[in-house]
């Protein structure tokens, strides 16, 4: 598989470092954003195949953020993590644009397995 640039936003650092170490290691690139507008600002300076995007960020709604990338850069594969899943949570997710949602606290085969699928549908 082709490595891919992934742009992870998360105000825990626990999981951006995590998501970074499994990925890394699959040979993709992995940036950090801790803030919703920071990660907007990320996107905005740097290339990116794929989002991780938590939906309880503290500046900013995940699902604001979800229709704005949408918006701004319709071919970024998004994939929704939240500690807050529910099915109606993923479904109105997967309405506004998210290619994959991974409930929270998700194992590295779940994170490996969605952005590798992510990465064959999206790219």
């Not at 990925?23 to 950090?32: C, F, I, N, P």
């Not at 989002?51 to 229709?67: C, Q």
């Not at 994959?100 to 994170?111: G, H, I, M, R, V």
């Not at 490996?112 to 790219?123: D, T």
């Amino acid at each position: 598989m082709k490595p891919v640039n992934i742009l992870v936003i998360d105000d825990e650092s626990v999981i951006c470092n995590a998501c970074h170490l499994i990925l890394s290691e699959k040979g993709h690139t992995v940036d950090r954003q801790l803030t919703g507008k920071s990660g907007l600002a990320a996107l905005k300076s740097g290339q990116y195949h794929i989002v991780l995007l938590d939906m309880m960020l503290p500046d900013m709604d995940g699902m604001d953020i979800l229709k704005m990338i949408k918006k701004e850069q319709p071919a970024v594969c998004i994939i929704v993590m939240t500690g807050y899943s529910t099915v109606s949570n993923a479904v109105k997710a997967m309405q506004s644009g998210a290619y994959d949602y991974l409930a929270k606290p998700f194992t590295d085969d779940e994170l490996v397995a969605a952005v590798e699928k992510a990465c064959l549908r999206c790219m």
